[in-house]
């Protein structure tokens, strides 16, 4: 691993980070399918998904571990080390919330209602669709390095935040319908059950809210 992620920075001051943050999705994507086998009750593949995140969530931890231990003294970057660490810090971010909700989903049988489930998923593919467009936005990374961080390609990169801030909004305001349909079902579901899922919403929400505060971590960046 050592070697490895020191050809990465010889490579690329971004090689690293983006390393990473493919680990950060491998994580991530499977957050979707812990919650397609809560609605099908089906514990025993809740629990081998949870994981597989667990496992993928680690492993973002080594590699992030690792490049805190290498990047401080041993290798030159033409980028400032504090906003390469900086961006590691907030993408790792996304991948602790998305093991947080594969954790949660394991401390009690939650019930997953029909009537909650359309808003829930609407709500689930924003917060995908949000943490994707920052992926695509760390894959272009090398590319800013190559333009020397301006021209068209800083322009392209800036855009891709903007769209990803409106894309964040948009989650946000599904998981507001979300959870004005939940407090709807407090009978049906139990004030404890009504809190446990109010705080599953949040933990998924902040995939997408890592996935925007990344972003603008970069903007900052560029901005400089």
């Not at 009750?41 to 994981?51: A, C, P, V, W, Y």
């Not at 492993?59 to 906003?83: C, H, M, W, Y």
């Not at 019930?111 to 808003?119: N, R, S």
Request: charged share 30%; net charge negative; glycine share 4%.
């Amino acid at each position: 691993m050592r070697r490895t992620i020191f050809e990465l920075f010889a490579k690329s001051p971004f090689g690293p980070l983006q390393d990473h943050m493919r680990k950060v999705m491998d994580c991530v994507r499977l957050v979707p399918s812990l919650f397609e086998a809560l609605e099908q009750g089906d514990n025993t593949r809740l629990k081998e998904i949870s994981e597989k995140v667990d496992k993928a969530e680690f492993e973002a931890d080594e590699i992030k571990n690792q490049i805190r231990s290498d990047l401080p003294s041993t290798i030159f970057t033409p980028v400032d080390r504090g906003d390469l660490l900086d961006i590691l810090r907030f993408q790792d971010r996304i991948s602790d919330a998305a093991e947080d909700v594969a954790v949660l989903l394991n401390m009690k049988d939650l019930p997953f209602p029909d009537e909650l489930a359309a808003y829930f998923w609407r709500f689930m593919e924003q917060v995908m669709i949000t943490v994707e467009q920052y992926a695509k936005i760390s894959e272009e990374l090398d590319e800013l390095m190559e333009a020397s961080f301006g021209g068209a390609e800083a322009g392209k990169v800036m855009e891709m935040i903007t769209v990803l801030g409106e894309m964040e909004h948009e989650t946000d305001r599904k998981q507001q319908e979300l959870l004005k349909k939940l407090l709807t079902m407090e009978e049906e579901l139990g004030a404890l059950n009504i809190v446990l899922w109010m705080r599953v919403f949040q933990l998924a929400g902040d995939i997408a809210n890592g996935a925007e505060r990344t972003g603008n971590r970069v903007r900052l960046f560029l901005s400089k």
